[in-house]
């Protein structure tokens, strides 16, 4: 059963550093206590210089903490031990380069950093900078590196940063910070036990070693899906084609690049799963021919014959017993019935349809919306969301299906 108010009463720790976006952190407070969360900021020397740490005492309504020690009530207090062991989550937003470097190696000198150090409760880091420090190997490889220790990150969005550059580094915006600090509390475990098999990516389909045929997914849907698939325990098997992409770490990965390739290992994969989520972009058809050499402009001819691919959804279709299958539906026109008529042509419990034409839908997006399809006939609309939080509401609306099927009237939400 999942509380009404996963936020209430909740002890989170705040964590403010050095960057331009430190002001933004005031409207994630704002937003937490409205929901009744418990907030205390530890501000670090930088963050202060962005911020006045008046500001943040008048909007958590808690004092904020910026040294090792302070006194209360006649008692000295080690800051650090006593932040650490009261916090539920610490959230560090936003996270610097600096911040993520020192806790990669160990390093604690300051109030932030030592705490970070203290605690058993989770962290979610939500870094922001520029994008050229962002991409710089030393960061993505603390980046991975923490992931692999256990804790959380919020990745940046693309967009214009206060230096003027276009591009990955802007800190995640705040209501989908938000959102996943109180999924965070909000966690279910409704998958445990389940093994769920998920696609994503486009694949490449050669007719030289240089030149294929493919087509725009970035695979951030079938990511998203798999994440949040393991995050509620189910055992997670990604079939990816070619992606920019870090796999889920507690995800079982399996990457392909071709058609027939993914073809081959979903059908391994398939009789021991319980649920599919086909979210990859398959080509339909690759070229007849695959030259071994690279074709050049001369000995180029004006047509290229191309053969079907395997139909992987049609397949899985026909072979299915107790598994669930989940198909996806890229469209640009006569959405609801190409959905349809998709779905029950391959045999699917359930098809999400969006049309790719609308903004911020679709291939290469951070957020996505769209209409879930049941074979009863329901059509569930599903809002413009981030995409890790679609992939929840998906797997929300999937769960509400099979308990209506099996004839289990309890909630689940």
């Known amino acids: 059963m999942i509380m009404d108010n996963p936020l209430a009463h909740k002890r989170i720790v705040l964590g403010v550093t050095g960057g331009i976006a430190a002001y933004k952190a005031l409207d994630l407070i704002s937003m937490l206590k409205k929901d009744d969360a418990i907030v205390k900021v530890i501000l670090t020397e930088n963050a202060a210089e962005f911020v006045n740490p ?26 650090h031990i006593a932040l650490s062991k009261w916090a539920e989550l610490i ?5 610097t380069a600096n911040i993520l470097g020192k806790i990669n190696h160990g390093i604690a000198d300051d109030l932030l950093s030592t705490s970070i150090m203290a605690t058993k409760a989770s962290v979610i880091f939500v870094p922001a900078m520029n994008t050229l420090m962002f991409q710089n190997p030393i960061v993505q490889e603390n980046i991975v590196s923490l992931t692999k220790k256990g804790y ?7 967009g214009r940063l206060a230096c003027g550059d276009w591009g990955e580094g802007k800190l995640a ?12 509390f909000n966690s279910k475990d409704d998958l445990r036990g389940l093994k769920v098999v998920i696609t994503a990516g486009p694949t490449r389909e050669y007719f030289d070693p240089t030149r294929f045929i493919s087509n725009p997914s ?11 698939a393991a995050d509620r325990g189910a055992d997670v098997f990604l079939v990816s084609g070619p992606t920019q992409l870090m796999p889920p770490e507690k995800a079982a990965f399996y990457p392909v690049e071709t058609a027939e390739q993914m073809y081959k290992t979903v059908l391994d994969l398939f009789p021991g799963c319980d649920l599919l989520f086909k979210a990859a972009a398959v080509s339909d058809y690759r070229p007849a021919k695959r030259s071994m050499y690279k074709i050049k402009k001369e000995d180029a001819c004006n047509n290229i014959e191309v053969v079907k691919n395997p139909d992987i959804l ?16 890229a469209e640009t026109n006569n959405i609801e019935q190409n959905a349809k008529d998709k779905m029950e042509n391959k045999n699917l419990d359930f098809i999400l349809a969006n049309d790719v034409n609308q903004p911020r839908t679709g291939f290469g997006t951070d957020t996505n919306q769209g209409i879930l399809y049941t074979s009863k ?7 413009l969301l981030n995409k890790k939080e679609f992939a929840h509401r998906l797997i929300d609306e999937v769960i509400k299906g099979l308990i209506g099927r099996s004839g289990n009237t309890g909630e689940s939400d």
């Not at 970035?218 to 949040?228: E, L, P, V």
């Not at 006939?377 to 809002?383: E, F, L, M, S, T």
Request: charged share 20%.
């Open 54 to 79: 008046i500001t943040f005492e008048a909007i958590s309504g808690n004092p904020v903490y910026t040294t090792m020690f302070s006194r209360c009530d006649g008692q000295w207090e080690i800051d």
């Open 173 to 184: 915006d705040i209501n989908d910070i938000f959102i996943e600090i109180k999924r965070y």
């Open 91 to 95: 959230v560090i937003v936003p996270a």
């Open 314 to 329: 049609k397949e899985v279709g026909k072979l299915k017993s107790k598994q669930i299958i989940i198909g996806f539906a």
């Open 377 to 383: 006939g329901d059509a569930i609309r599903i809002p």
């Open 218 to 228: 970035t695979g951030k849907m079938g990511y998203a899906i798999a994440s949040a």
């Open 152 to 158: 959380i990150f919020i990745p940046p969005a693309q």
